[in-house]
């Protein structure tokens, strides 16, 4: 239980007010994280003053990194989404959303607002000459509005192309044997051997880049970019064969140039590529996901000072305790304090939920619904779910408290 004093004797003991942190998911395709933080933290104020109880709930709309990124952190940092004319992966002229932090400081982009595979769906799919190019303009807004920080989600490309487009958008160029700059897409780059630096933007040195990147497949080979993505974005066993040259070219070009090899490092062959010449060019660091927004977001420090987290997404199961939201918020939270997950549905058994450290877990679907009918009514029964789970938890119950007992050390959770 967390709250254990009667409201008389919480009139005396200002320190008896329960803080209870909300740190969802987005429940895809029927609600952004902000909403269903909104829809959490009403029904834990319901149940609280159901109880005459005070409590002091702090959200922070969460994400791993993938989409919907972009939306958490600007409902975190309380600011709206940026547009700006930019380029689809087949350098059709499309409006891209991104963002900036209240501050100025850190700008976000979700690369696939530029050159994601839904954007090009409607035409054949060319992956030999789909770019990054529009992501790279993207990160030209962010320099001219002075930002810091860069934090990319790379999630969801159409390219593979290494990053080469986003880079010469900054303005680096990518040349042939005759000098001539080299056309978008990877399918190109076997014909690269040189990589003209001169022109690269100054700033684009100076921000820090962050990039969000949750596989961990090399730049090239059998578990590369090319041979495990490209099939996706619509790439023949040829136009594979091509690309995978194609980035191994890059590879060689980019290590005589920077001095840094790429080919057999982990996670190179995220988002066709995307992140080798971010990182041997610009020094961009590689994160999982869900570390990245917590470290921007400042997660540690809410949940640190929590008595009771309520966590969520969509769908709760095996792989949501591999990197996504509910793993992270897991492992942030001190062991001492309960961590309960409310889902559209929950697959865990007993035991594997008994193993993972989550305290407890709940589906806000009430009897055979279909799947049109459960997402008109999510936010109304993610309220009712949040005010359940803490009207139980609010029940007078045998002494304890939430607090460990002094000296005592926080074990992490597994």
Do not use: Y
Request: charged share 25%; net charge negative.
């Amino acid at each position: 239980m967390i709250c254990v004093m009667s409201k008389e004797s919480h009139e005396h003991d200002e320190a008896a007010v329960a803080r209870v942190a909300v740190v969802p998911d987005s429940f895809k395709g029927s609600a952004s994280a902000v909403e269903v933080a909104e829809a959490m933290a009403r029904g834990v104020r319901e149940a609280f003053a159901d109880r005459g109880l005070p409590v002091s709930v702090h959200t922070l709309p969460f994400a791993d990194g993938g989409e919907g990124t972009l939306d958490a952190l600007l409902g975190a940092w309380g600011t709206e989404a940026l547009t700006a004319e930019t380029t689809d992966a087949l350098g059709r002229p499309v409006q891209a959303r991104f963002g900036v932090s209240a501050d100025g400081r850190v700008g976000v982009i979700e690369a696939a607002e530029a050159n994601g595979l839904p954007g090009v769906c409607d035409v054949p799919l060319r992956p030999r000459q789909a770019s990054s190019r529009g992501v790279g303009r993207l990160a030209t807004e962010l320099l001219d509005r002075g930002v810091e920080e860069i934090l990319l989600c790379i999630g969801g490309s159409a390219s593979t192309d290494g990053g080469t487009g986003m880079l010469a958008a900054l303005g680096a160029r990518f040349l042939a044997t005759d000098g001539s700059e080299l056309p978008d897409g990877g399918g190109s780059l076997t014909d690269l051997t040189e990589v003209d630096l001169a022109g690269l933007d100054p700033r684009a040195r100076r921000v820090r880049w962050r990039i969000a990147c949750d596989v961990t497949n090399p730049l090239v080979g059998e578990h590369g970019a090319a041979a495990v993505f490209g099939p996706q974005k619509g790439a023949t066993d040829e136009d594979v064969r091509v690309l995978d040259a194609g980035l191994g070219r890059l590879a060689d070009v980019l290590a005589e140039a920077t001095g840094t090899e790429l080919r057999d490092v982990e996670g190179m062959g995220a988002a066709g590529g995307m992140p080798a010449t971010l990182s041997s060019i610009l020094g961009a660091q590689l994160l999982p996901g869900s570390r990245m927004v917590a470290e921007v977001l400042d997660a540690q420090r809410l949940l640190d000072g929590a008595d009771l987290v309520l966590t969520g997404e969509g769908r709760f199961d095996g792989q949501s305790l591999g990197g996504k939201v509910v793993d992270a918020v897991r492992r942030l939270t001190p062991a001492h304090v309960p961590v309960v997950v409310i889902a559209g549905s929950v697959s865990l058994s007993a035991d594997e939920l008994r193993r993972s450290g989550i305290t407890a877990a709940f589906s806000i679907a009430r009897g055979p619904r279909t799947l049109a009918e459960m997402r008109a009514e999510a936010l109304t029964e993610i309220t009712s779910t949040a005010h359940q789970c803490c009207r139980l938890l609010t029940q007078p119950a045998l002494p304890s408290t939430v607090r460990p007992v002094p000296g005592t050390t926080k074990e992490p959770r597994p």
